[in-house]
Protein backbone atom coordinates (compact mmCIF):
# COMPACT_ATOMS: atom_id res chain seq x y z
CA UNK A 1 0.00 0.00 0.00
CA UNK A 2 1.76 3.19 -1.12
CA UNK A 3 0.47 6.82 0.75
CA UNK A 4 -1.88 7.85 -2.68
CA UNK A 5 -3.54 4.46 -2.62
CA UNK A 6 -4.15 5.24 0.83
CA UNK A 7 -5.72 8.75 0.52
CA UNK A 8 -7.15 7.32 -3.11
CA UNK A 9 -9.48 4.83 -0.63
CA UNK A 10 -10.15 7.18 2.46
CA UNK A 11 -11.84 9.65 -0.21
CA UNK A 12 -13.44 7.08 -1.64
CA UNK A 13 -14.89 5.59 1.64
CA UNK A 14 -14.65 8.85 3.79
CA UNK A 15 -16.00 11.49 0.89
CA UNK A 16 -16.59 14.23 4.06
CA UNK A 17 -12.93 14.08 5.57
CA UNK A 18 -10.79 16.79 5.34
CA UNK A 19 -7.15 14.73 6.15
CA UNK A 20 -5.95 15.14 2.83
CA UNK A 21 -7.31 18.05 1.68
CA UNK A 22 -4.87 20.91 -0.53
CA UNK A 23 -5.74 23.10 2.42
CA UNK A 24 -5.28 20.74 5.44
CA UNK A 25 -2.07 19.51 3.56
CA UNK A 26 -0.68 23.45 2.83
CA UNK A 27 -1.32 24.36 6.21
CA UNK A 28 0.94 22.09 7.76
CA UNK A 29 3.46 22.48 4.96
CA UNK A 30 3.30 19.22 3.30
CA UNK A 31 2.96 16.91 0.80
CA UNK A 32 2.26 13.49 -0.25
CA UNK A 33 6.01 12.52 -0.96
CA UNK A 34 6.24 12.79 2.23
CA UNK A 35 4.82 10.24 3.38
CA UNK A 36 5.07 6.54 3.93
CA UNK A 37 2.63 3.31 4.90
CA UNK A 38 3.08 0.43 7.69
CA UNK A 39 0.82 -1.96 7.79
CA UNK A 40 0.60 -3.06 11.39
CA UNK A 41 -1.45 -5.63 10.96
CA UNK A 42 -5.48 -4.77 11.56
CA UNK A 43 -4.36 -1.12 10.43
CA UNK A 44 -2.05 0.71 8.60
CA UNK A 45 0.22 3.58 9.72
CA UNK A 46 0.48 6.65 7.57
CA UNK A 47 3.20 8.18 8.97
CA UNK A 48 5.88 11.40 8.04
CA UNK A 49 9.31 10.30 6.57
CA UNK A 50 10.55 14.48 7.71
CA UNK A 51 9.43 16.87 9.98
CA UNK A 52 6.93 19.65 8.55
CA UNK A 53 5.97 22.91 10.14
CA UNK A 54 6.26 23.58 13.99
CA UNK A 55 8.39 20.25 13.97
CA UNK A 56 5.96 17.86 13.86
CA UNK A 57 6.59 14.41 13.10
CA UNK A 58 3.61 12.40 14.17
CA UNK A 59 1.37 9.51 12.31
CA UNK A 60 -2.26 8.72 11.61
CA UNK A 61 -3.93 5.54 11.61
CA UNK A 62 -6.26 3.77 9.46
CA UNK A 63 -8.39 0.73 9.55
CA UNK A 64 -8.10 -1.46 7.03
CA UNK A 65 -11.57 -2.40 5.87
CA UNK A 66 -13.07 1.23 5.87
CA UNK A 67 -9.91 3.13 5.53
CA UNK A 68 -11.27 5.37 8.36
CA UNK A 69 -9.03 6.86 10.88
CA UNK A 70 -8.56 5.39 13.84
CA UNK A 71 -6.97 6.61 17.13
CA UNK A 72 -4.46 4.39 18.37
CA UNK A 73 -3.53 4.48 22.57
CA UNK A 74 0.43 4.22 22.92
Known amino acids: MTSSELKYFHELYNGGSYFFSRDTMKFFGDTMR ?4 KDR ?3 Y ?24 RINIEG
Open 41 to 43: GSY
Open 45 to 68: ELYRKNPVKHGMRNSAYFEKLLFK
Open 34 to 37: NYGV
